[in-house]
T-cell receptor, first 113, second 109 residues
């Protein structure tokens, strides 16, 4: 099992550009989520999904879109990048196995100029 | 959103000393999780606590959930350089995870 994979590892964008961060998991988990991590702020939930076709907003959803057409994939779209979106982005999945253990991907480091 | 306060923000210890990080909430929690993130890495799940007064141990790590289920602690006995990283608590509320701001542990050899 590869677990949770994310691409790209690093990305530099100019203000106003759009891009999609990819996330995939091969554990057949129903729950998937996106976080951003900024210094001193911990991890903040952007969007989450409890199953294919179902998505919902987290704590900091503005400027981001998600979709969940399959169980495996949960892409995060930045519609018009802003410098405030410079961050490290983590995708995670959970099987709701009674412990709600979250498995995190390796992260994407995004710099918006 | 759910407020989970975590202290301290930073902790420097000599190798062999003990370390404790605390998470506190103003409301009663149904559960609390702990994660470890090594420098440059991603968070890794350590444990989940759900019962009032629960204590769980993993080798040198001891996790506690308060009797009122409003606070939790992670204690590391006799720290080693492999313990370096940031430790986060997290709570699950209505399908959303809320993380504490983390405690960054530095171990001085």
């Amino acid at each position: 099992n590869a677990g949770v994979t994310q691409t790209p590892k690093f990305q530099v964008l100019k203000t106003g550009q759009s891009m999609t961060l990819q996330c995939a998991q091969d554990m057949n988990h129903e729950y998937m989520s996106w976080y951003r991590q900024d210094p001193g702020m911990g991890l903040r939930l952007i969007h989450y999904s409890v199953g294919a076709g179902i998505t919902d907003q987290g704590e900091v959803p503005n400027g981001y879109n998600v979709s969940r057409s399959t169980t495996e994939d949960f892409p995060l779209r930045l519609l018009s990048a802003a410098p405030s979106q410079t961050s490290v982005y983590f995708c995670a999945s959970s099987g709701w196995d009674g412990q709600e253990t979250q498995y995190f991907g390796p992260g994407t480091r995004l710099l918006v100029l | 959103g759910q407020q989970v306060m975590q202290i301290p923000q930073y902790q420097h210890v000599q190798e062999g000393e003990d370390f404790t990080t605390y998470c506190n909430s103003s409301t009663t929690l149904s559960n609390i999780q702990w994660y470890k993130q090594r420098p440059g890495g991603h968070p890794v799940f350590l444990i989940q606590l759900v019962k009032s007064g629960e204590v769980k141990k993993q080798k040198r790590l001891t996790f506690q959930f308060g009797e009122a289920k409003k606070n939790s602690s992670l204690h590391i006995t006799a720290t080693q350089t492999t313990d370096v990283g940031t430790y986060f608590c997290a709570v699950l509320v209505r399908n959303q995870f809320y993380f504490g701001t983390g405690t960054s542990l530095t171990v001085i050899p």
